[in-house]
């Protein structure tokens, strides 16, 4: 028995006559398994032993002697791992881009010329009702902080909101 194979639960054994046994030590005893099983959990088995050690995380690059190579800072320099699981993704929150359009560029794009005619009117508007919609659409501040920064009343920011949407709905009409 070679070394290697000491620390693994699984063999194939040559009969007198020529013949090949598979045997898989389970629990401490040896079981005879057929060839296309003993294959199967072979193969698993080292795909195990891959994903284990192969792929392991936290490991460092080591000079010709063995020893672990320090950056400037004198911390270990760690290899980066190969291949990351869609768990670890989810969980430590990675943002991975598509090469595809999300869904809100598509929509952008899709009313890009309505867009377009609506900042038009808009700069079509005074500054301070420009400024209103400015602070209410684009800031995202509420009627009542529009309402403090100008000194008017909120219900007077609720009328001129109306009025000036209105305005823009007859300019993008036209």
Same mark, same amino acid.
């Given at each position: 028995?070679?070394?290697?194979?000491?620390?693994?639960?699984?063999r194939?054994?040559?009969?007198?006559?020529?013949?090949?046994?598979?045997?898989?030590?389970?629990?401490g005893?040896?079981?005879?398994?057929?060839?296309?099983?003993?294959?199967?959990?072979?193969?698993?088995?080292? *795909?195990? *032993?891959?994903?284990?050690?192969?792929?392991?995380?936290?490991?460092?690059?080591?000079?010709?002697?063995?020893?672990?190579?320090?950056?400037?800072?004198?911390?270990?320099?760690?290899?980066?791992?190969?291949?990351?699981?869609?768990?670890?993704?989810?969980?430590?929150?990675?943002?991975?881009?598509?090469?595809?359009?999300?869904?809100?560029?598509?929509?952008?794009?899709?009313?890009?010329?309505e867009?377009?005619?609506?900042?038009?009117?808009?700069?079509?508007?005074?500054?301070?009702?420009? +400024?209103?919609?400015?602070?209410?659409?684009?800031?995202?501040?509420?009627?009542?902080?529009? +309402?403090?920064?100008?000194?008017?009343?909120?219900?007077?920011?609720?009328?001129?909101?109306?009025?000036?949407?209105?305005?823009? *709905?007859?300019?993008?009409?036209?």
């Amino acid at each position: 028995m070679k070394n290697w194979q000491k620390y693994q639960n699984y063999r194939i054994h040559e009969n007198p006559d020529g013949s090949l046994t598979y045997i898989i030590t389970v629990d401490g005893q040896d079981v005879e398994v057929s060839e296309e099983i003993y294959r199967m959990y072979a193969t698993t088995r080292r *795909k195990m *032993k891959y994903m284990e050690l192969d792929l392991k995380r936290d490991r460092y690059l080591r000079d010709g002697s063995g020893r672990t190579v320090r950056d400037e800072n004198g911390n270990p320099v760690m290899i980066p791992e190969r291949e990351v699981s869609l768990e670890k993704i989810i969980f430590e929150g990675w943002d991975c881009p598509s090469p595809a359009p999300s869904l809100e560029d598509e929509i952008i794009n899709s009313y890009e010329s309505e867009i377009n005619e609506l900042r038009r009117c808009a700069a079509l508007l005074p500054d301070d009702e420009r +400024a209103l919609v400015h602070a209410l659409f684009y800031e995202g501040k509420t009627i009542r902080e529009y +309402a403090d920064i100008t000194g008017k009343s909120k219900s007077s920011v609720v009328r001129d909101k109306a009025r000036i949407l209105g305005k823009l *709905k007859k300019l993008f009409k036209i």
